[in-house]
């Protein structure tokens, strides 16, 4: 049983790791209210059996590898269905910008279509190096994206390097660089 202090420090905590886990969750998964739903099943999990850990120094790497694995399980298993009928978007569109009232139309149609580009780009990596990416984009060092795959240290690199690579030869049209140069 969880004293008040431990659920008052572990709702602290949660609070704070939602919005980061959610993001990256969103970023794995095409769907974002599965990957709500996968991030809640995560941390439920974790919360449930904090007891044998130590969250404020190690949840967050435990929470982001069960997102990665639950995800990564998830979509190698599901094939992807689509409709040829469907006369809606399945997704709710670009996430909003900071203040769009100080944006032309034009402006806002153009971060819109460049927010897709890349959207559409992230989505063709493969699995690991999408999650690797996603995972640095974040701010964590080689290390805890390796922990966070479970893969070593060395790999996590080479994840990363080679899905910034295959980014920056999707985006090369976007970003005015001819393919196949670094940028």
Known sequence: MLSDDQRKRYEVWA???????????????????????????????LLRRADDYDLERDGVKLLFTAIT????????REKALISLDSTTDPEEGPAPIADPSALRPDQIAQHRETEEVVRNAIQQLPPLQRAAVELRALGMSKEEIATALGVSATNAGVLVFRGRKALAILLAPLLGNPPGKSV
């Open 15 to 45: 609070l704070a790791v939602i919005p980061r886990a959610v993001a990256y969750a969103r970023s794995v998964v095409a769907d974002p209210s599965r990957a709500d739903d996968l991030v809640q099943e995560c941390l439920y999990r």
């Open 69 to 76: 694995n639950l995800c990564i399980n998830q979509s190698s």
